[in-house]
């Protein structure tokens, strides 16, 4: 298990940070949640 987190000024920034980060990762068989955040992307969103 591997564990990739960013900072943002609001939680998009953050995840569309992480998910960036991700993709640099590579390893036979690795795979990763598309998911993660989601709902608070749509919170946030919500407000706005």
């Known amino acids: 298990v591997l564990c990739v987190t960013a900072l943002g000024e609001d ?3 953050a995840q ?7 993709h640099h990762i590579h390893w036979e068989g690795a795979f990763y949640r598309h998911d993660i955040g989601h709902r608070a992307v749509m919170r946030e969103r919500a407000v706005l």
């Open 11 to 13: 939680v998009t920034a």
């Open 16 to 22: 569309r940070r992480a998910y960036e980060a991700v």
